[in-house]
């Protein structure tokens, strides 16, 4: 199978860096790595051999977690999936993450020491929600700084789109009290309650590349998010 051929190759292609396809349908050449550890920022599940990317993809990551230390007060990131040496599809976890234009960012602060290789395998998620309430952010475990990190993400002009939980958006929507210029980005997703996945645009040049639609104008915080806290999204679909 695809996931299979993708999946067992430990090593991008030569050749420059193009993203080929659709975020969730496409393969790309002259991936490059993640390093394993920087000054701001930790790879984490190691195993899984996911942290290449579009070399813009990793600039990316590599200037939000510096510009995270300087500005919302978040200690370095801890980095999960990107994609895979040559993208394609995976055998378990993503239906996107296919081009080297994904990358998931750990809710989770970076520890102030460089954590061992297995540690980094078995650190728990931590998610932001409450455990006994539908879609509510637990207001003991979500904070300002990570408000921060977020609208910090969104304010590159080349994030598309970032992926939270809906209860996140949502707690976006009511307390950002910033600029909220970017706050459109944000899009309700389920699951990314102890991550976010940031998005980044086609890059320039690349002919491949086939983009998705852009976000729709305005915050975001209106039908379209309350329609995530009713019962329609877990509704059987309709016959055609």
């Known amino acids: 199978s695809a996931k299979g051929q993708f999946g067992a190759v430990s090593l991008p292609t030569q050749g420059p860096a193009q993203p080929i396809g659709f975020y969730a349908k496409g393969c790309m050449t002259g991936a490059v790595a993640l390093p394993t550890d920087g000054p701001t920022w930790e790879a984490m599940r190691l195993s899984r051999n996911r942290r290449w990317g579009n070399p813009a993809m990793i600039s990316l ?30 055998f378990n976890g993503h239906a996107s993450h296919q081009i080297g234009l994904d990358a998931d960012v750990w809710f989770t602060p970076m520890p102030a020491r460089r954590m061992t290789a297995e540690e980094r395998e078995n650190l728990p998620f931590t998610t932001m929600l409450q455990k006994d309430k539908f879609l509510t952010v637990d207001p003991k475990v979500w904070t300002q700084s990570r408000a921060r990190l977020l609208m910090l993400a969104a304010s590159y002009p080349e994030v598309e789109r970032i992926f939270v939980n809906p209860a996140i958006k949502k707690k976006m929507c009511d307390t950002w009290t910033g600029d909220r210029t970017n ?58």
């Open 183 to 240: 706050l459109g980005k944000l899009r309700p997703e389920y699951g990314h309650d102890s991550h976010f996945h940031i998005r980044i645009k086609c890059p320039p040049g690349a002919a491949g590349c086939t983009p998705q639609a852009p976000v729709a104008a305005g915050d975001g915080c209106d039908k379209s998010l309350a329609w995530w806290f009713t019962p329609a999204p877990w509704a059987p679909p309709k016959p055609p």
């Open 61 to 90: 990551l590599e200037r939000l977690s510096q510009d995270g230390v300087k500005y919302a007060g978040w200690p370095g990131i801890l980095v999960g999936d990107i994609a895979q040496p040559r993208g394609g599809p995976m």
